[in-house]
Structures are given as C-alpha cells and as structure tokens.
C-alpha cells in the first residue's frame, strides 16, 4: 500500500479520475494531508464512504508520535517517530529569530558509519519515502501550530543514499499548494558522496548544499569518516567548486571540532589553504558528545582559536549555535533507536 503523504496534488487528481470522484476532492485531500492529519476521521468535509475508500488503499497513520523532548536551555522541541513498520526516527524542531526550522532525517539508521555520530551507533534500518520525510515536517507544523519557513535535511541518514526520494521530497515541500517552503530555505547535508553531489549540482534546485568535512586532511578524514575511503579530499573539493561555479550559490561546510583530533592550529591553517577562493562558508561546531563517543569536545578557547586562524586567513566562518544539547537534539546526536533518546 501506498502512503498517503507520498502523492502530489497531480497524484490526487489522477486517483480522483480513476475513482470517478470530481475533481475538487483531491484539492481536500491535498489540503488535509498538508495539515499533518494523522487518520481520516479529521477529513471532516469528505463523506464516510470516500474516507473509507482512502483507508482501504493507504497507509494513512505511518508517522506515530512515540515521545516528545523539550530543551530547558533553548526550547529546542525533539519528536521522535515510530513508523507504520516499526522503524523510529528523531525529527528536531528549532527557533530561530527568522523563523521555524525542522530538522528531518531522510532514513532510518545511517550506512556511512562517520566514527563520531550518533545516528550510525544503532545500524541501518531502511531509507524513508519521500512522503516520509515530508509528514515529519508536516506533523510537526500541526503539532506546535506555527508555520514552519525552513527544513534541513540532516538528521538520520544520508540524504544523497536516498536520492530520489530526496529529490522528490525538495519538490513537494516546496509545493505552493502544499508546505510551500522556499527551496532557498532548505539546506541538505552529505558526507560526500561525490556523484551524487554532481548529479545534485546539475538539478538546478535552488538549495543549500552543506558538506560534512571534518578533517583538514585524508588521514584525519580516514579515520572520522569511511566515505574518505571511497572519495579523497581533492575529488570532494572539485565537487564542491563545481558547485559554486555552476549554480553561483555558497557551499556550507560543517566542521566538528574535536580535541587533540583536528582541532590544532596547524589544522586550521590547512584547512584554510584548502578553501582558498572557494565560495564558502566554514560552520564549526563544538563536537556533541553522547554516551560510547569515541571522541571528546574541543575547548571553548580551542574553537575561538581555530575560528580566528580561519578569519585571518580570509575564510567566512563561524561557531554554531548548540542547540538541544541537553535533550540529546544537537548535531551527531540523533538516533534511530527510541530508547538512546533519554525520557521525556
């Protein structure tokens, strides 16, 4: 069966034809989906028999609330997700002075084993549909009743592992007649899956690419991220400059500072003659720590320090902001067991 979050308006209208229904129903059902429904009994202005005709033909309840965590510290809002075949994911919700911004995850568990997150800790489930991805960001929208301007796709999973489901997820939460966010505010995250990365490039979508660098060099690389086994620093950079070249728009770069690992002056200074000329723009993050890491945070004086060789050096950089630390909400930290989330 089908998930009802999976059809786009013109996938209502083509089912509404071949149901012999007017055409105005798959507008409703459009709508009501839009609004993170979670069974047709809320489709109130659809008749009994066409909610049980919907009932008989999707999955309608495949996004389950398990638990909800908020951060005392900044209000960060963590949902964690069964889904209909049992698989959980963590979805975070985040105020910004902009706006609303959903973190979703794009699969159930992670393959790409980067030694030093959370999301790999549990195994590989499955990769998510891309209606999957988007009830995450609908549900949440109902659940605290504001508009929701912003996604990132970075919690579990590695989007580019699910290409195509990604690339229609980008396509249907931008949908005026649905979500409609702005694809310049949506940001997707990859280790560095260098094909995919060209392949995304040549889309044409407007978005946000954000790379998951972590390492100055490939030995350090190596050691953080098995996808540098795979693809070199040099292939990953030609990528990202491909990038910027042929859309015009500035990579992110995120880098998780952790301490005696990659966080030393003359990792900073490397990093630096890396990106010379690149329009980019270094996100450093003061590493997560969560229970069986294998690596411990950065000092705050450390991350001053490399923040400030990478200016000097002439890179636009900047500290994150951490935010849900305390509810296990933070970069590295997601992950697909429900039980690692702590209680709410």
């Known amino acids: 069966m089908r998930y009802l979050y999976d059809l786009t308006l013109a996938d209502w209208q083509e089912w509404a034809r071949e149901n012999q229904l007017p055409p105005y129903r798959a507008t409703q059902i459009h709508q009501w989906v839009s609004r993170g429904i979670e069974s047709t009994s809320e489709m109130t202005n659809l008749s009994r028999e066409l909610r049980a005709l919907l009932d008989g033909q999707f999955i309608v309840s495949g996004l389950q609330l398990e638990r909800k965590l908020v951060s005392a510290l900044d209000g960060t809002t963590k949902y964690v997700f069964r889904l209909h075949d049992g698989n959980v994911i963590e979805s975070v919700l985040m105020r910004y002075h902009y706006g609303l911004s959903v973190c979703l995850s794009s699969q159930a568990g992670c393959r790409m084993g980067c030694t030093f997150c959370a999301s790999a800790d549990a195994g590989f489930g499955r990769s998510l549909s891309h209606g999957e991805m988007l009830a995450q960001v609908a549900r949440i929208a109902r659940d605290c009743g504001e508009r929701i301007g912003h996604a990132v796709v970075m919690g579990i999973g590695e989007p580019f592992d699910n290409y195509d489901n990604l690339i229609r997820f980008l396509r249907l939460v931008n949908d005026p007649s649905g979500l409609n966010i702005g694809m310049r505010h949506i940001s997707v995250s990859t280790c560095g899956l260098v094909p995919e990365m060209i392949k995304f490039t040549d889309e044409g979508l407007p978005v946000t690419l954000s790379v998951s660098l972590h390492a100055p060099n490939d030995p350090i690389r190596r050691q953080l991220m098995p996808i ?80 400030e060789r990478l200016t000097r050096a002439g890179i636009n950089a900047t500290v994150r902001r951490q935010l849900g630390a305390d509810i296990m909400a933070a970069c590295g930290q997601l992950r697909r067991n429900s039980e690692a989330c702590g209680n709410p």
């Open 228 to 307: 540098a086994r795979r693809h070199d620093l040099g292939q990953l950079l030609a990528a990202c400059r491909r990038h910027t070249e042929r859309t015009g728009r500035r990579i992110s770069f995120e880098y998780s500072l952790f301490s005696g690992v990659n966080d030393r002056p003359e990792h900073a200074a490397e990093l630096a003659a890396r990106l010379k000329g690149m329009l980019c723009h270094v996100n450093l993050i003061a590493a997560n720590e969560f229970p069986g890491g294998a690596y411990r945070q950065s000092s705050p004086a450390d991350v001053q320090a490399f923040l």
